[in-house]
T-cell receptor
Framework: DSGVTQTPKHLITATGQRVTLRCSPR?????VYWYQQSLDQGLQFLIQ???????AKGNILERFSAQQFPDLHSELNLSSLELGDSALYFC????????????FGSGTRLTVV | AQSVAQPEDQVNVAEGNPLTVKCTYS??????LFWYVQYPNRGLQFLLK??????LVKGSYGFEAEFNKSQTSFHLKKPSALVSDSALYFC???????????FGKGNQVVVIP
């Protein structure tokens, strides 16, 4: 157990729907990062939050949004889902700047049908 | 922007033989380099990192990596591969611009019994 908890582990939903992925960072970590892993795109950085504030944005679609709550857990919201959004979504956390590297959760596998 | 390249898609090695997974980097400034491993249906696990100091970095599970500034490389090595080392290996570099880790596309390692 890495200490980073992601729920749910698996999600199957239909096109056009909206889902929410949840992440609880490792105890003491203030930064949360979201990554998307697909076969053709590899591991793509989506967004980072630090202590409740957005810090960095990567290749995140406008249909996707995220937030980090006062208790430091984070949610990634995916809306108007398309088949191409099917992927593994990882959350990672770090103490602050990420110099020490990240701790990853086990991911949420999203399947859009 | 900082980036890493992993030139090989798959590395096949016989059990007991030395294992090398290649990574080259492109950074402006001092590189912060990482190796992660991903087993099937699992999140990424930290193996080792180079921040500063000795060019040979020792990590988890008997892995080590050699930082070579002149060749801008950070190859992952293991003297004697195990079947259980079969997994996806990612090299990553810290991107100063937005404080995130940029990952390579990953290398599938197959250790043949």
């Amino acid at each position: 157990d890495s200490g980073v908890t992601q729920t749910p582990k698996h999600l199957i939903t239909a096109t056009g729907q909206r889902v929410t992925l949840r992440c609880s960072p490792r105890s003491g970590d203030l930064s949360v990062y979201w990554y998307q892993q697909s076969l053709d795109q590899g591991l793509q950085f989506l967004i980072q939050y630090y202590n409740g504030e957005e810090r960095a944005k990567g290749n995140i679609l406008e249909r996707f949004s995220a937030q980090q709550f006062p208790d430091l857990h984070s949610e990634l919201n995916l809306s108007s889902l398309e088949l191409g959004d099917s992927a593994l979504y990882f959350c990672a956390s770090s103490v602050a700047s990420g110099f020490e590297g990240y701790t990853f959760g086990s991911g949420t596998r999203l399947t859009v049908v | 922007a900082q980036s890493v390249a992993q030139p090989e898609d798959q590395v096949n090695v016989a059990e007991g033989n030395p294992l090398t997974v290649k990574c080259t980097y492109s950074v402006s400034g001092n590189p912060y380099l990482f190796w992660y491993v991903q087993y099937p249906n699992r999140g990424l696990q930290f193996l080792l990192k180079y921040i500063t100091g000795d060019n040979l970095v020792k990590g988890s599970y008997g892995f080590e990596a050699e930082f070579n500034k002149s060749q801008t490389s950070f190859h992952l090595k293991k003297p004697s591969a195990l079947v259980s080392d079969s997994a996806l290996y990612f090299c990553a570099v810290r991107d100063y611009g937005n404080n995130r880790l940029a990952f390579g596309k990953g290398n599938q390692v197959v250790v043949i019994p």
